[in-house]
């Protein structure tokens, strides 16, 4: 096939010789592509039109030929480029004919029907690298479907290196992973409600699991909890541990392995942490004296019984305030709001060495649990994390040495552009620094219009599903020079499951659709035919309850009625 297309136009010196330089590889490459049609009108280097030669679907792969200028001179390149907009035109159907001059052309037979296809080019392979052409795309070059082959060495990698999360979307049958070397660098999956942002993540989980990752998730709707099992409730993994407070609401109904405790003894807590739960700021003079009697309080406990509780803390202060110090009994109005926190207290503090293990998931159920409680918890996870990256990095002995990908679902709950959380500090710090010490984000949300402006954009690869909103649109635009604009007004076309990939993690943007889970979801859509047939049969239970009441009332009615008679 390749053979057969002798274009002349636009053909030049370099690419006869490019012909004959052409290896057996790029030869088997060309002869399976199917010609699409022949390159029209203006072109560039990132975009062209071609007219269609048969049916192109929007979002199709395609290839042309070219010549680049490399480092090792000039060389035949397969440039492959993105179908994003069809137009169907006709000369002999101008927009300005009336609908009888237009009927009369169809009649005879003269109507012309020609499709053109825009492309957006996503660059051409050399030495394993996409790189971006620098020369025009020329008109009456012919364009090819892509073939598998050269869709596969651009969407995917090694065995080793990639995380195989689905196919394209065009075209099934090529397989897409993304590289586990690009969440150095952090990842931010964004969507609208219900596009699967959460799917998503479990599949990465997966795939990370796979390949020994140490993960920690903080997930605040218990999407995470059967993590350990396959979809069909069968074992997935036994090296899935889930945390929960005793304030957690999610319900257990399976046998889901490893459930543990997440506690903290308050004693374990020094004052700087007390000091911020109670949100005393850090500066200020005006506080002085409260911070002291705080201070000072622990301090004693501390002496007298190494550990102590809230209320015994807050009984001191009490004492104190009653003599007379004043520092005591302006700190108590502030100590007391501490009781918000005490589904997290407990007779211990739950270590990092229990959430922190190789090949391992620990999923904090965090479900329930009010935002200011959900937020000290992933607060002091993630303190934990740096503190022992930071002891590793400085040579520390026994401490995790691998490398932790952290989850965070609803981020926007964590890390809010207008408000202060417990855990924004922290998380901000690990995505301006994690990577250097080994702490991989994943921010995931429906609101990047609501989540920190900063710490989105360090994520420097984004998996991005269908958004409708053009205020979160507006908010990608903003934190990814990656998306272009018309893979941005793509957005909304995209289906559940189906997700545009950009940044670090991928050779070229691609648009995949998310393959199938292997294991069992948690907090998926809730099942509303189940629930209304629950509802149904209350209601039905309810009222022929009534009815036999009604009826028992009947009966005791005639029966006084013929009592009385008598
Ligand atoms: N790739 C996929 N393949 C099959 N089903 C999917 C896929 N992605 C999502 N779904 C289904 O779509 C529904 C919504 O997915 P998911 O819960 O992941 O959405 P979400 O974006 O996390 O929503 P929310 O913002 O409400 O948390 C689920 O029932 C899930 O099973
Ligand atoms: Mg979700």
């Not at 039109?49 to 490399?70: G, I, N």
């Not at 009336?98 to 109507?111: H, K, M």
């Not at 099992?229 to 399976?254: A, H, I, L, P």
């Not at 552009?417 to 924004?424: Q, R, S, V, W």
Request: hydrophobic residues 40%.
């Amino acid at each position: 096939m390749f053979r057969g297309r002798k274009t002349e136009t636009g053909r030049e010196k370099g690419e006869t010789k490019m012909e004959e330089m052409r290896g057996v590889q790029v030869e088997e490459v060309v002869s399976n592509a199917r010609r699409l049609g022949i390159v029209v009108g203006e072109a560039s280097a990132t975009e062209f039109l071609f007219v269609a030669e048969r049916e192109v679907p929007r979002w199709e792969y395609v290839s042309v030929f070219s010549v680049e200028e490399t480092d090792e001179g000039r060389k035949p390149v397969e440039v492959i480029a993105q179908v994003h907009t069809i137009l169907s035109a006709s000369l002999a159907l101008p927009h300005s004919l009336s609908f009888e001059s237009a009927q009369r052309i169809v009649e005879a037979g003269l109507a012309d029907n020609r499709t053109i296809a825009k492309a957006r080019v996503l660059g051409y392979i050399h030495n394993g690298v996409v790189r971006q052409p620098r020369m025009a795309i020329k008109p009456g070059k012919e364009v090819f479907a892509a073939s598998e082959e050269v869709l596969r060495r651009f969407y995917s990698f090694s065995d080793e290196e990639g995380l195989f999360i689905g196919n394209l979307i065009t075209r099934s049958d090529v397989k897409v992973s993304i590289s586990v070397n690009g969440l150095r660098r952090h990842l931010a999956i964004i969507a609208q409600t219900g596009a699967g942002k959460s799917y998503t993540a479990g599949v990465l989980m997966e795939e990370l699991l796979k390949k020994g990752a140490t993960i920690v998730v903080l997930d605040p709707h218990a999407d995470y909890i059967f993590l350990s099992q396959d979809r069909n409730g069968g074992k997935f993994s036994d090296r899935v541990s889930v945390f929960r407070t005793k304030e957690s609401t999610s319900r257990y109904e399976w046998e889901i392995g490893s459930v543990k405790n997440y506690e903290v003894r308050f004693s374990d807590l020094d004052f700087d942490e007390i000091s911020m739960l109670c949100g005393f700021p850090k500066d200020e003079t005006r506080w002085v004296n409260i911070k002291e009697a705080v201070r000072s309080a622990i301090e004693d406990l501390k002496e007298e019984r190494g550990d102590f509780s809230l209320e015994e803390l807050i009984e001191l202060l009490q004492k104190r305030s009653l003599k007379g110090d004043e520092g005591a009994s302006k700190a108590l109005k502030y100590v007391e709001t501490l009781r918000e926190f005490r589904g997290i207290f407990g007779n211990s503090t739950t270590s990092a060495s229990e959430f922190l293990k190789a090949k391992h998931v620990a999923v904090f159920d965090l479900s329930g649990l009010d935002d200011k409680v959900a937020n000290f918890i992933a607060a002091r996870v993630l303190r934990e994390i740096l503190a022992l990256k930071l002891m590793q990095r400085s040579g520390g002995d026994g401490v995790m040495k691998y490398p932790v990908f952290v989850f965070v679902e609803e981020a926007h709950r964590f890390i809010p552009d207008d408000e202060k959380t417990l855990a924004k500090g922290i998380l901000k710090r690990i995505a301006a620094e994690g990577r250097k010490f080994g702490i991989f984000l994943t921010l995931i949300t429906q609101r990047p219009c609501k989540i920190d402006a900063d710490a989105l954009s360090q994520c420097n690869s984004q998996i991005i599903m269908r958004i409708t909103n053009p205020e979160d649109q507006n908010a990608v635009r903003r934190s990814s020079e990656r998306m272009s604009e018309s893979l941005l007004n793509d957005l909304p076309g995209l289906n559940v499951g189906e997700a545009v990939v950009v940044g670090e993690v991928t050779r070229a943007p691609v648009m995949v659709r998310i393959r199938q889970r292997q294991t069992r979801e948690g907090g998926a859509d809730i099942d509303t035919v189940r629930l209304l047939r629950e509802a149904s049969a209350e209601a039905e239970a309810e009222e022929s309850a009534r009815a036999s009441g009604e009826q028992a009332r009947k009966e005791i009615e005639i029966v006084r009625s013929i009592v009385e008679g008598f």
